[in-house]
């Protein structure tokens, strides 16, 4: 956890969609809880592009979530950064490690590793094939960070506390991957310490994430920030909405009424005599009201309206 005092590092947070699609009611709840957790901390509220997918990335997306961050009223600061022009930073970073014996390249396709694993399903856990050198004849695919056996420890400041083994969770996970893209848990800890990111508010479906991201902090000297893991919106199935599967967009000509739905999904139970209202009263009563300590764990289906 971070050990920062506040005078020395005044709070910042950050929003840090992939472009995959539109906003929907799930990111929506993302950006609200991150941005409300900024604004009543006094601090800034920085908005990152994570565009290193280009597969799963369609042409505009990052664009309109733009515009409907405004249409919203929430309104960024600084500049909007884009993950796609940072490579720099990552390379330097994997340069680090290469240099401290702390990464390696690695030959193995996903499907070797699943065949290599037990049936039975459960994560995808790296066994170490290429640990100590390349197999004869091989090539270099990804490139993989040592994990080693240590529980790592966090506390969470809706989840509570965790603790990992990334052994057992993943095994020495890639951090660029086989088309050459870094990958997303070397990008997110490089920037979110280069933007000074003081807490991390964001889905729960990072949570696992999470102990890799520090397990790379502390390889690369960085400052662990505060994390905050918000309940996830649930379709009908039980599933997380997903851009990617066309989750319905929020409507940004009518965005009081899913900011409302937001509000109340992250516990923060807005009067009903807010139904209805625009955006300026909801944020004028959010910023007022909101509390981290009422978000749930755990999430659901949103009440519809
Ligand atoms: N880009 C990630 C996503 O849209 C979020 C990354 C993060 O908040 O750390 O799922």
């Not at 409907?68 to 309104?75: D, Q, R, S, Y």
């Not at 807490?199 to 994390?227: F, K, M, N």
């Not at 999904?265 to 009422?294: D, I, K, M, N, Y």
Request: proline content about 8%; some cysteine; aromatic content about 8%.
């Amino acid at each position: 956890m971070s050990t920062q005092t506040p005078e020395s590092h005044p709070y910042r947070g950050r929003f840090a969609p992939s472009p995959t699609g539109a906003l929907h009611i799930g990111s929506l709840v993302t950006a609200v809880g991150s941005y409300l957790q900024a604004r009543v901390h006094g601090g800034d509220w920085l908005v990152r592009i994570e565009d290193l997918d280009p597969p799963r990335e369609k042409p505009g997306a990052a664009d309109r979530m733009l515009r409907t961050l405004e249409a919203f009223g929430m309104l960024w600061d600084g500049e909007v950064r884009y993950q796609s022009r940072r490579s720099e930073a990552y390379e330097y970073a994997l340069d680090r490690l290469r240099r401290e014996g702390l990464t390696y390249p690695c030959a193995c396709s996903r499907r070797e590793i699943s065949e290599r694993q037990n049936a039975g399903g459960g994560p995808l856990i790296y066994p170490g094939t290429c640990r100590r050198g390349l197999p004869p004849g091989r090539r270099p695919r990804a490139w993989r960070v040592l994990t080693d056996a240590d529980p790592l420890q966090f506390t969470d400041r809706i989840q509570g506390h965790r603790v990992s083994r990334l052994d057992q969770e993943c095994g020495d996970f890639v951090i660029r991957r086989a088309d050459g893209w870094f990958a997303y848990q070397l990008a997110v800890v490089i920037d979110d310490a280069d933007q000074g990111i003081t807490e991390i508010v964001r889905g729960c479906d990072l949570l696992e994430s999470t102990p890799r991201q520090i397990h790379l902090q502390r390889l690369l000297g960085l400052a662990t920030p505060d994390y905050a893991h918000l309940p996830l919106v649930l379709d009908e199935h039980g599933h997380k909405l997903s851009k990617q599967d066309r989750a319905a967009p929020v409507d940004p000509r009518r965005p009081g009424q899913a900011l409302y739905r937001a509000l109340a999904f992250l516990g923060q139970s807005p009067p009903s005599g807010l139904t209805g209202a625009g955006v300026e009263v909801l944020w004028a009563w959010a910023l007022e009201h909101w509390q981290l300590r009422r978000v749930p764990p755990v999430g659901g289906r949103p009440d519809q309206g």
